[in-house]
């Protein structure tokens, strides 16, 4: 009986922490795909900070050893008898993965997935394999239904959003690959916010790429007042080419930062405030420069187990609202087109944003 030929790829391995020079270019063999699953030719993949968070956390929900990436984009190369999203030749953006039957996803909130930490983070939890090393050693993989720091991946059909109508090159597609998470976080959750006119204000801390995504989100929706919040001047500058009126740095304020900004909102402070560093401490700044029943949207992930208290009495008599988001609270293959047309159009300078590394850079 003829066998059928493995798929030998090169792939990052996270063998324990980046910070012990753990993570290295290795050779691996695929497993077969399974009928809702597709191989695809990564071209290009995003770094996200949930990647260095966990591939530099000691003993990391049993990941090691595995594959991580998770803001990929490539090129469908085969897939399995019962997918129907994209087929061999297809462009692809990938992103993450929900169960499309609880609760939560039949309403429409797939980010909020019942299954979405098992789905996504676990992936000591797959019920098989990614692929083998060259000793025949099990490497997890599928983290977030795609595991994209690999030249050749196994990806859930979960995963995929089929952009070959919409993206016409692979210069363009690798460009887009952070669409898949950390840019759709950043404007999806400022897009899902009721209610916002050109009255209103919206203060962003933190200008990586999920802040300036914020930052140009509040433009579409033609808020008057945006300002963006840094200490790195070069991130205040880039903040303006997404759209911020204004910009601050917080360290020369010093406990001055709510004044500054009621100095800019007719003394109400910011109708809602973001926080993209995932810092309490910032955490904090942000709720207090908040007008009173202003809202208070977390984008950025605390260090697992940080406690944020606050004063409840004066946060009760405020009538602040104080929120999470995951993943901009949006359905990925809906909303991504949008900000393809916000590039196309000169509202989201991407390219302002993406800096190219060779795989080589992590060889150890």
């Known amino acids: 009986m003829d066998t059928i030929p493995k798929t030998v790829t090169r792939a990052i391995v996270s063998r324990g922490p980046l910070a012990e020079g753990r993570w290295n270019i290795e050779v691996l063999t695929l497993q077969t795909l399974n009928k809702c699953e597709l191989k695809v030719k990564v071209l290009s993949v995003g770094i996200c900070h949930t990647d260095l968070t966990i591939g530099n956390t000691p003993n990391a929900s049993g990941a090691y050893p595995g594959v991580l990436g998770h803001e990929g984009c490539g090129i469908v190369l085969e897939t399995g008898p019962e997918v129907k999203v994209a087929k061999a030749g297809d462009r692809v953006l990938l992103s993450f993965r929900s169960c499309e039957s609880c609760h939560f996803c039949k309403k429409g909130h797939l980010p909020y997935c019942s299954m979405f930490t098992p789905l996504n983070m676990g992936l000591g939890d797959h019920p098989r394999n990614f692929a083998n090393d060259q000793e025949n050693t099990p490497v997890k993989g599928f983290f977030f239904g795609q595991s994209s720091f690999s030249e050749i991946t196994i990806v859930s059909e979960m995963s995929v959003i089929n952009v070959s109508d919409l993206i016409e090159t692979e210069d363009e597609l690798k460009l887009l690959s952070p669409l898949g998470c ?177 795989v080589s850079y992590f060889a150890i």
């Open 182 to 358: 950390g840019l759709q976080t950043g404007a999806g959750a400022i897009m899902k916010l009721q209610h916002l006119t050109e009255e209103d204000s919206v203060a962003i801390f933190g200008l990586g790429a999920v802040g300036l995504a914020a930052v140009a989100a509040a433009r579409v929706r033609g808020v008057g007042t945006i300002i963006a919040i840094d200490r790195i001047q070069s991130r205040l500058d880039l903040a303006k080419c997404f759209g911020a009126t204004h910009t601050m740095n917080p360290s020369p304020l010093r406990d001055g930062l709510a004044t500054a900004v009621q100095s800019l909102t007719a003394g109400l402070g910011a109708s809602v405030s973001v926080d993209a560093t995932g810092n309490v401490n910032v955490i904090k700044q942000a709720i207090e420069v908040t007008r009173n029943l202003g809202k208070i949207c977390m984008l950025g992930v605390p260090p697992l187990g940080t406690i944020l208290d606050i004063e409840s009495a004066s946060f009760l008599g405020s009538g602040k609202q104080l929120f999470g988001s995951v993943e901009g609270g949006v359905a990925p293959s809906e909303f991504i087109p949008n900000l393809v047309r916000w590039h196309r159009q000169g509202i989201f300078p991407i390219e302002k944003l993406v800096k190219y590394y060779p």
